[in-house]
């Protein structure tokens, strides 16, 4: 029997993506985001749901453009560093030792050393109530050598993570269950 948690922001998996912008001073910041996920295959769309009070808010509605970045499992502090301090009052950047590269197509920065990063111009702002939902159009995908393979990613290369919000901790991503859309073709058949 299911017992009743109440009204919560309880679902697995919700990503651990640092979301990259540039400030009004043009200065490059990154937040974590959990509240986010693929919203549109055609065009390829990410949201991203953000609270107003943060320095990010602001960069994304002035430039209309960010990037998405998907750190590995070895990143995890760097990564979390991004959500525990303000981009107000540090450079993270610098902080972290990490290297914010300037998009070509968006005028947002990539992290140099995350090995996966999605260049998003925003395409719909959406208020929802305590968070804002950004739609950016993914322009471009930029993902290091050293995570692919032939035929495209290859996830364990990548060594993505996700994040517990409930018991507020990073998980790692575990081995590979089957394929997509025909593991489950056997059910029922006789």
């Not at 309880?10 to 986010?36: C, E, L, R």
């Amino acid at each position: 029997m299911k017992k009743s948690l109440g009204a919560r922001t309880i679902a697995f998996p919700t990503p651990a993506w640092a979301v990259a912008t540039y400030d009004s001073d043009g200065k490059a910041n990154a937040m974590v985001v959990a509240w986010g996920g693929i919203c549109c295959s055609k065009p390829p769309c990410v949201a991203v749901s953000i609270r107003k009070a943060t320095h990010t808010y602001g960069s994304i509605s002035q430039r209309q453009a960010f990037t998405v970045n998907i750190a590995s499992a070895s990143q995890v502090a760097a990564l979390d560093f991004f959500g525990i301090h303000s981009g107000r009052k540090i450079d993270k950047f610098a902080a972290t030792g990490l290297t914010p590269v300037r998009s070509q197509l968006v005028d947002a920065p990539l992290i140099e050393e995350f090995p996966m990063s999605l260049e998003c111009r925003v395409l719909h702002t959406l208020e929802i109530g305590l968070h804002t939902q950004f739609v950016g159009e993914i322009l471009d995908v930029k993902v290091d050598e050293s995570a692919l393979r032939e035929g495209g990613l290859d996830v364990a290369a990548l060594a993505p993570f996700t994040y517990a919000p409930e018991v507020r901790e990073y998980r790692a991503i575990g081995e590979s269950l089957g394929k997509a859309f025909s593991i489950g073709r056997e059910i029922g058949e006789e």
